[in-house]
């Protein structure tokens, strides 16, 4: 079974997971009529919607490169990444501003009721976050939804202190508190992924020692000059390279030889994973490693 497969079946388990706790949470946190728990049972309802979504970026990530999409599918995953941490954000200021409101005009708690029905959300977020971990350091996707229920757990946490505390004293104004802090910590958890996403969605550029790169790139027999470079990240794993080279006059065989030692060095020293090189004799040999020039940019692509 290969890993897409083994993930596959690890977002079905995480699904069917969050289901469950948001049914049980929400019966919970009406008889209860805890906020924290109600705000819970509605972010795992948004787990779910969300699990599904990464799952089938997932998927249509795996399809192969055709005329439609030349670079293939792999944005998917980061779109849904982007998504699933959006929705995150937007959830984290739902939650402040109802949480503010309760503030004002506090209920209310069924202590026992909250802690027992946190207690269930508690483990089965502990057993979505364990299947999921292990996929998180290889995709910003996976990522994403692990941070979901990471974040759930750590809400089960605070709404399990919650309910002990309200069980022997009556604080009307911790629960609302305690969904406040949970909304801060998952904003600030969430906000990371929508930074590294944008920038790959724009095109930014890597984290590249572009000095090093120029400076290695002359240090290859042949090679005069390079200019017009250009890289960006298909997702979180491969960067795209090009650039222009003035060499000298010579045959394309010759000049071939020349692309397979910068391709090697890219891919091996700075781990780029595209490269395309366009080879010139006289043309833009006193060019900066940048072009700024938009006409020229227009030209060469």
């Known amino acids: 079974m290969n890993k897409r497969e083994i993930n596959g079946r690890r977002f ?3 699904t069917l997971l969050n289901a469950t706790i948001t049914v049980v949470e929400i019966i919970g946190g009406v008889v209860s009529g805890s906020l924290a728990l109600l705000s819970d049972a509605f972010h795992n309802l948004g787990d779910s ?15 192969s490169e055709n005329s439609r999409r030349t670079f293939g599918y792999r944005r998917a995953e980061i779109l849904s990444a982007f998504l699933n941490a959006l929705f995150l954000i937007v959830m984290s200021i739902f939650l402040i501003v109802e949480a503010i409101q309760r503030l004002e005009k506090p209920t209310h708690i069924n202590g026992r009721v909250m802690l027992i029905v946190a207690v269930v959300g508690l483990i089965a977020n502990l057993l979505s976050a364990v299947l999921l971990h292990e996929g998180s350091h290889d995709s910003l996707n996976i990522k ?3 941070l979901h229920v990471l974040s759930d757990s750590l809400s089960s ?8 505390i309200l069980m022997y004293v009556n604080v009307p104004w911790l629960d609302p508190l305690l969904t406040i802090a949970v909304a801060l910590y998952i904003a600030f958890e969430a906000w990371p992924i929508i930074k590294k996403t944008i920038e790959i969605l724009m095109q930014s550029a890597p984290k590249l020692d572009y000095a090093a790169i120029e400076k290695d790139i002359l240090a290859i027999d042949g090679v ?3 200019h017009h470079i250009h890289a960006w990240s298909m997702d979180e ?3 795209i390279f090009s650039a222009h080279i003035n060499c000298q006059d010579m045959k394309i065989s010759e000049c071939e030889q020349i692309y397979h ?5 890219l891919t ?5 994973s595209h490269v395309t090189l366009q080879a010139e004799c006289k043309r833009g040999q006193n060019e900066e490693l940048f072009d700024t020039n938009d006409d020229e940019i227009h030209l060469c692509q």
């Open 12 to 14: 079905l388990a995480v």
């Open 49 to 63: 919607l969300s699990i599904v979504m990464g799952y089938v970026a997932q998927t249509i990530s795996g399809r």
């Open 144 to 146: 994403a939804t692990y």
């Open 157 to 164: 946490v605070a709404v399990i202190i919650g309910a002990i």
């Open 224 to 226: 005069e000059n390079i």
């Open 237 to 239: 794993h491969r960067i």
């Open 261 to 265: 030692q910068i391709e090697k060095l």
């Open 268 to 272: 091996t020293k700075y781990n780029i």
